[in-house]
């Protein structure tokens, strides 16, 4: 992910399909491992994720979406916000709640399944964001979406321990990219720093308003770089899960801002010229003000760090 980012390949499907097929190798069952995890390493299919939803954002533990077992299936109904790519993805993993648990269904029970996006009772509408991180987005209205038992993923009612696994993944490889990303972002700025003359003979970069910046975003990437390997590191290592979350936590924290300053200093070395749509400098700036955002918020990604790693209280 990070070389095909520092290329300028923001692939975002292949973090999601990662993810999801950790989430599977995890908490199984084996069917769906034989069956998924080799035609995602290969990159022969794309899963997409739906646990978003508008009114509860980042709060999964207010998800209304249900997953509701009946018979021989699962039916799955509610709403989904900002699914990406489920126009490429053979399955898409919903999180939904499972009725029934606690006082007025509003239990901490949880159910994820893998559903067919082309099932009959899903809607999909396509949400105008400009195919951020190189997929199409879509809001997902689901209508009591039969899917056969054997599309459980993990336990009935253990949903979130799918989504555990499923995170770490999804925010190694995020950093991963958005380490990428900045290394393009500070290679478009040398280009620039080194071949634009303005003022006298030397180019532009002699000027260290502009060349104080890259020197120091190079540092930065240099050692935001030994974090991200060091927990990709740990995470194959089969290091405790808690650590491998602090780590990949800390690194989507560093990269994401890291990403935003070099794509925010790559525009202002290329000034003007960044303005060309035909530069692609736009929508590398809009996706690197995404990385802060998505796929956890910064301030969701500290709060993380503050209450899970250094034992700070909650508000909550
Ligand atoms: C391009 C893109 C693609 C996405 N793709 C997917 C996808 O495929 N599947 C999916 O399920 N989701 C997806 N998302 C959703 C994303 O991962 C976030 O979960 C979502 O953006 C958060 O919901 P929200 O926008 O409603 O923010 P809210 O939850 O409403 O938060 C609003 C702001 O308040 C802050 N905030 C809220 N609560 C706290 C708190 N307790 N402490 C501190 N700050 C707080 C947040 O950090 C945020 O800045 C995508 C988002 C984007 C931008």
């Given amino acids: 992910m990070e070389e095909l980012a520092a290329q300028n390949l923001i692939l975002w499907m292949p973090v999601l399909s990662a993810a999801i097929g950790h989430a599977i190798a995890e908490v199984g069952p084996d069917h769906q491992r034989e069956r998924w995890l080799p035609r995602i390493a290969?990159?022969?299919?794309?899963?997409?994720?739906?646990?978003?939803?508008?009114?509860r954002g980042h709060n999964m533990l207010r998800t209304q979406t249900t997953v509701r077992k009946d018979g021989e299936r699962f039916l799955v109904s509610g709403l989904k916000a900002v699914t990406s790519g489920i126009d490429l993805a053979e399955r898409v993993l919903v999180f939904g709640r499972t009725p029934g648990e606690g006082k007025g269904g509003a239990g901490r029970h949880f159910t994820t399944v893998l559903v067919d996006p082309d099932a009959p009772g899903i809607e999909r509408e396509e949400l105008p964001m400009r195919w951020r991180e190189g997929a199409?987005?879509?809001?997902?209205?689901?209508?009591?979406?039969?899917?056969?038992?054997d599309g459980l993923v993990g336990a009935e009612g253990q949903g979130l321990l799918a989504l555990w696994s499923f995170t770490q993944v999804e925010r190694l490889m995020s950093a991963a990219l958005c380490l990428?990303?900045?290394?393009?972002?500070?290679?478009?700025?040398?280009?620039?720093?080194?071949?634009?003359?303005?003022?006298?003979?030397?180019?532009?970069?002699?000027?260290?308003?502009?060349?104080?910046?890259?020197?120091?975003?190079?540092?930065?990437?240099?050692?935001?770089?030994?974090l991200v390997y060091r927990a990709a590191a740990r995470f194959d290592e089969g290091a405790d899960t808690g650590e491998v979350a602090a780590q990949a936590t800390m690194a989507k924290v560093l990269t994401a801002d890291l990403l935003f300053d070099a794509a925010d200093h790559a525009m202002q070395t290329l000034c003007a010229q960044a303005w060309d749509e035909r530069e692609g400098m736009i929508d590398l700036?809009?996706?690197?003000?995404?990385?802060?955002?998505?796929?956890?918020?910064?301030?969701?990604?500290?709060?993380?760090?503050?209450?899970?790693?250094l034992g700070l209280p909650s508000h909550r």
């Fill in 136 to 149: 199409r987005q879509f809001q997902l209205t689901f209508n009591d979406v039969e899917v056969p038992l």
């Fill in 285 to 309: 700036y809009l996706d690197a003000r995404a990385a802060r955002s998505a796929p956890i918020s910064q301030e969701l990604a500290l709060n993380f760090i503050a209450q899970h790693v």
């Fill in 42 to 55: 290969c990159g022969e299919t794309f899963l997409a994720l739906a646990v978003t939803e508008p009114e």
């Fill in 180 to 226: 990428g990303n900045a290394r393009y972002c500070v290679n478009r700025a040398l280009d620039r720093a080194t071949q634009r003359t303005i003022f006298g003979k030397q180019p532009i970069g002699a000027e260290q308003a502009i060349g104080h910046p890259i020197a120091h975003l190079h540092a930065r990437i240099a050692a935001t770089q030994l």
